[in-house]
């Protein structure tokens, strides 16, 4: 009985291992043509982030709106005020002027918060006149 046990133990063992062994370093699982709404919500923010980053780019609010639909939110102006304040408040700062113009784009008020994020226009200097 005793060998019959440690015979049973052994081969379940050897066969765990092998079956490991053939599903990570084998076979291991590759997805291809996957949708961004299966991205880790991690994943989602950062591609919302290089969406931000090319609408500061373009300034389309349009096809900013249409990249952003592929993530599958319900409410993209939700999304978009909370992923904002969610950085603002985290101090992402390279996230915020992006994020801070794309949501001044869609509408979306942050109040006074949004005010240290715009990015505003710096005046050109006028060629001085020569008498």
Same mark, same amino acid.
């Given at each position: 009985?005793?060998?019959? %046990?440690?015979? $049973?133990? +052994?081969?379940?063992?050897?066969? &765990?291992?092998?079956?490991?062994?053939?599903?990570?370093? @084998?076979?291991?699982?590759?997805?291809?043509?996957?949708?961004?709404?299966?991205?880790?919500?991690?994943?989602?923010?950062?591609?919302?982030?290089?969406?931000?980053?090319?609408?500061?780019?373009?300034?389309?609010?349009?096809?900013? %709106?249409?990249? $952003?639909? +592929?993530?599958?939110?319900?409410? &993209?102006?939700?999304?978009?005020?909370?992923?904002?304040? @969610?950085?603002?408040?985290?101090?992402?700062?390279?996230?915020?002027?992006?994020?801070?113009?794309?949501?001044?784009?869609?509408?979306?008020?942050?109040?006074?918060?949004?005010?240290?994020?715009?990015?505003?226009?710096?005046?050109?200097?006028?060629?001085?006149?020569?008498?």
């Amino acid at each position: 009985m005793k060998q019959f %046990l440690g015979s $049973l133990l +052994v081969g379940v063992l050897v066969g &765990l291992a092998v079956g490991l062994f053939i599903g990570w370093e @084998q076979y291991p699982v590759e997805y291809t043509n996957s949708s961004l709404e299966a991205l880790d919500p991690y994943y989602k923010q950062q591609y919302t982030i290089m969406v931000a980053e090319g609408y500061q780019v373009d300034h389309d609010i349009n096809t900013a %709106l249409n990249r $952003l639909q +592929v993530l599958g939110e319900d409410n &993209l102006f939700e999304y978009v005020r909370d992923l904002t304040q @969610q950085f603002i408040s985290q101090s992402n700062v390279p996230a915020i002027p992006p994020m801070v113009a794309l949501a001044e784009a869609l509408g979306i008020d942050l109040g006074p918060v949004m005010d240290i994020y715009r990015v505003t226009p710096v005046p050109s200097p006028t060629p001085a006149v020569s008498q």
